[in-house]
């Protein structure tokens, strides 16, 4: 079996956190997310935290507090964006605006990515990272 054959996938995406217990809070009670696993690992100066909405599963984790000030010192986070489906994304954008999140766009957007284009908009999380919500037209 090749590499090619052999990924299925997106397994999960990583964020390291600032505040772990805020970044679990915030996918679970803003968007819904189900935590499915968490771990204190002392030996590796870890706790971690997995978050998972339909097939997308989301590691959350904080190392040391050496490793979290470098984290908090970050403008972007660890990866450019993790983009969620969403059903109605301009019902999304209006709660999300509503919920007092930073908007990174300041209306919905649209590509003509796929058979009928997307539309999407993106906000910052509680890490900074960019969470798109994107909708297939």
Known sequence: MTIKENVMGLQHLGIPAVDLQKS??????????????????????????????????????????????????????????????????????????????TMLDSEVQSLPFFENGVAWFTILGPNNEKVEFNQFL
């Open 24 to 101: 679990i809070d915030w996918y679970r009670e803003l968007l819904g997310f189900e935590l499915i696993e968490e771990k204190n690992m002392p030996e590796a100066n870890c706790h971690a935290a997995f978050v998972k909405k339909g097939d997308l599963v989301i590691e959350l984790y904080q190392n040391d507090p050496e490793s979290v000030k470098e984290v908090a010192g970050r403008k972007d986070g660890h990866i450019d964006h993790v983009a969620l489906n969403v059903k109605d994304v301009h019902a999304a954008f209006e709660e999300l605006k509503a919920a007092g999140c």
